[in-house]
Structures are given as C-alpha cells and as structure tokens.
C-alpha cells in the first residue's frame, strides 16, 4: 500500500469514529467527535493537495515544480474553524457542568411532546392551513386590517411628487410627451 492510500484509509478511519463520537448525547464526546472529523478533514486536504513543491512565491520557474497553495490555505481555514467551534463545546460543555453537573444533553418537554403527536393531530394541523387554500385571490397577509404595510403615493398626496415623466399611453399624441398635465 502506497503513503496515500496508508493516509486514505486512516481518514476514512477518523470520518467513521468522528462521526460516530458526534452521535453520542454527552457533550464530551460530541466534542472528541468534532476534533476527529476537524483532523479528517486537514487530512484529506493534505491528501488533495498532492505531491509536496516549491512554494509559489519563490518564482520557481516551472509551474509544475510549484505546490497548489489553495489546499494549504483551506487547511488552515479548516485550523481555524476547528479551534473556534471546539472553544464553543468546551463552553457550553462548562455551563452544562456548572448547572447539572453533567455533560448529557436530556430532551426537553417539547421535544417528547413533539415525538409523542401522532398523525391525527397533524391532520388537524393539515385543516388549519385550508383557510388559506379558500381564498386564493388574496395576494396578501393584510387583508381587511386598517393599516397595511405599505402605502402607495400618488401625484396628488404630496406636493413635491413631481409626475411629469412620459408615459405610453393610447390617448398621447404623437409629439407630445404624454406626461400628465392636471
């Protein structure tokens, strides 16, 4: 087995464990699972990036004695992203800690009740939604409410609404501009 196929097999092997760290309800482990996939990652980077070359910036004079400086830069994007969303879990795996003095992350009420609603009460949701389906010459939410969120201006609301733009209409004559003149 070649050395990139030795570092394939050990990226799949990282994928596989992150992902399977991350599927735990301890924060701890989501953590681990995130810091294995984080390290795939780089590693699969490192994998595309190729043979190892000159630095582009050395102005070496074949371009195919130079090495591809994008995978580097992702890697390094990749570092970043890694260490800011690992300083969020270690945070939130501390305030877990301080206030249940566990890292397990437990379903909350609505959660059970959500998993708990069978397809008869989804039904009845179902029938909520027909009102909207009665009145399909509505091409509004504000219908029949005093104040709409928009207010169309006429000439005639405002004294500084200036109207005299041409305009293509049946009634202009030709040579006329057509604007209005009331």
């Known amino acids: 087995m070649t050395v990139s196929g030795i570092l394939i097999v050990i990226m799949a092997i990282l994928f596989a464990a992150g992902v399977y760290a991350m599927l735990e309800r301890s924060l701890t482990r ?93 039904d009845e949701m179902d029938d909520e939604t027909s009102i909207e389906d009665e009145d399909d010459d509505a091409t509004t939410d504000f219908i029949g409410t005093e104040t709409a969120p928009i207010t169309v201006l006429h000439h005639r609301d405002l004294e500084a609404i200036r109207d005299d733009a041409p305009a293509d209409r049946p009634d202009a004559r030709p040579g006329s501009d057509g604007g209005d003149r009331s």
């Open 30 to 122: 989501v953590l681990i699972g995130f810091l294995l996939l984080g390290n795939a990652v780089n590693l699969f980077l490192l994998i595309v990036m190729g043979r190892p070359g000159v630095a582009p910036f050395f102005g070496a004079g074949d371009p195919e004695d130079m090495s591809d400086p994008l995978p580097q830069a992702l890697t390094l994007t990749a570092i970043v992203i890694t260490f800011a969303v690992s300083a969020f879990l270690l945070a939130l795996i501390y305030r877990s800690w301080q206030l249940a003095q566990a890292d397990i992350v437990h379903d909350d009420e609505e959660d059970v009740a959500l998993r708990d609603r069978g397809t008869v009460e989804e």
